[in-house]
C-alpha cells in the first residue's frame, strides 16, 4: 500500500480524530487533502498506511501536533477584504471610543500574524489621524491578542517578518513603508530585491500579543474584548461547535462590543433562531458586522 491512497475506514478514523483535536471537520469526499497534506510526514516518519499513522499518533504528540498542524489552512493577506478594516476605522472605533476608553482587540484564528499586523497598523493609524483619541499602550487600555492553533503559523507572527510576495498581498507601499523596515538579502544593491524581506515595525509588534489556543477550548481566561476578529474559520467546523464558539464570543465581548467574521461566514445562517438575539447585525455596504446585545 502507497502513502497515496487512504482506505475508506481509515478516511472516517483520520476525521474523527481530526475534528476531536482540532474541531476542523474535513466532510465526504477530501480523501486527496489528507493524502495531499500528509504526503511528506509519511514518507519522513517511514509509515505506509494511514492506519499506521493513526497508531503511531497515539503515542507520539509531537507527531500528532505535526498532523494538525498539516491540516490546518493558514491562508490570510493584509487587510484581507478590506471593508472589515473599513468599517473597524469608520464605526466602531468612533464608537466604542464615543462610550469608553479601552479598545482590547482579538484576532481568534491569526495564522501567520497578517489579521492581527493589520489591526495594529489601522489603530496607529487612526491615532495618526485623531491624535489621542486612543489610550496609550503602556495604560494597558489598548491591545491587540492574536491566537492560533498552529505553532508553526504563529511562530511567523511572532517573528513578524515576510517575503516580498506576502506583502504584495494587500499592503499599500504607504503603509509598508511606513510600519515595515527592510531587511535586505544581499548587500551591495540599492534596488528593492525579489529576495528582501520585510519586518513588521517594534512599535507594531509590541501592541501585539501571541499566544497559542485552541477554540475548542475555554478561552474566558482571556478576559473580555470591545472588538474580535474571527474570520475564515468557523467554516471549517461542525454545526455545533460554531454554534458553540460564537455562544462564548458573545460571553467574551463586552456590552455593545463588535464581532467581524469572515466574508463567507454569515452568523444569521449559522445560528438557530433562538440564539440570534445574542447578535444585532450591522449592514456596512459593503459589509455587516455584529454588535452583541
Ligand atoms: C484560513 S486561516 C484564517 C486566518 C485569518 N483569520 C484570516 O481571515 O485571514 C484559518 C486559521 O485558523 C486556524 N485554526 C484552525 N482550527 C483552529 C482551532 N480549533 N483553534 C484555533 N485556530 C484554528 C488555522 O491554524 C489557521 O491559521
Known amino acids: 500500500m502507497s502513502s497515496l491512497s487512504i482506505l475508506p475506514h481509515e478516511y472516517q478514523r483520520f476525521c474523527d480524530f481530526l475534528q476531536r483535536s482540532s474541531g476542523i471537520r474535513l466532510g465526504a469526499g477530501n480523501e486527496y487533502l489528507v493524502v495531499s497534506r500528509l504526503q ?63 479598545v482590547h482587540v482579538w484576532s481568534a484564528a491569526c495564522s501567520t500574524g497578517q489579521e492581527p499586523y493589520s489591526l495594529a497598523i489601522e489603530l496607529m493609524e487612526y491615532q495618526r489621524r485623531f491624535p489621542g483619541s486612543l489610550p496609550p499602550r503602556s495604560t494597558g487600555l489598548l491591545s ?21 510576495l506576502s506583502i504584495r498581498r494587500g499592503l499599500s507601499a504607504d503603509l509598508l513603508h511606513r510600519y515595515f523596515q527592510i531587511m535586505p538579502a544581499g548587500l551591495g544593491s ?66 455593545n462590543g463588535y464581532l467581524m467574521v469572515g466574508a463567507s461566514e454569515n452568523l444569521l445562517s449559522i445560528l438557530p433562531l433562538q440564539a440570534r438575539e445574542w447578535f444585532e447585525s450591522v449592514q456596512c455596504f459593503p459589509g455587516v458586522v455584529y454588535r452583541a446585545r
Not at 491587540?144 to 516580498?164: I, N, P
Request: charged letters at 25%.
Open 144 to 164: 491587540v491578542l492574536a491566537t492560533d492553533l498552529s505553532e508553526a503559523a504563529l511562530s511567523t507572527a511572532r517573528q513578524g517578518t515576510y517575503s516580498q
Open 40 to 102: 511528506s510526514l509519511m514518507v519522513d516518519q517511514r509509515l505506509v498506511t494511514y492506519d499506521q499513522l493513526l497508531n503511531a499518533m497515539e503515542q507520539n504528540q509531537n507527531l500528532l501536533l505535526a498532523v494538525v498542524e498539516a491540516m490546518t489552512t493558514g491562508e490570510t493577506e493584509w487587510f484581507r477584504d478590506e471593508h472589515p478594516y473599513r468599517i473597524l476605522r469608520e464605526l466602531i472605533l468612533p464608537d466604542l471610543l464615543a462610550r469608553r476608553q479601552s
Open 190 to 255: 540599492n534596488q528593492v530585491s525579489t529576495h528582501d524581506r520585510w519586518r513588521v515595525n517594534e512599535d507594531v509588534r509590541k501592541l501585539v500579543t501571541f499566544e497559542r489556543h485552541n477554540l475548542q477550548r475555554p478561552f474566558d481566561e482571556f478576559g473580555k474584548f470591545d472588538v474580535i476578529f474571527c474570520r475564515n474559520v468557523l467554516i471549517y467546523f461542525s454545526a455545533d461547535l460554531q454554534y458553540d464558539v460564537l455562544r462564548r464570543l458573545h460571553a467574551s465581548l463586552k456590552p
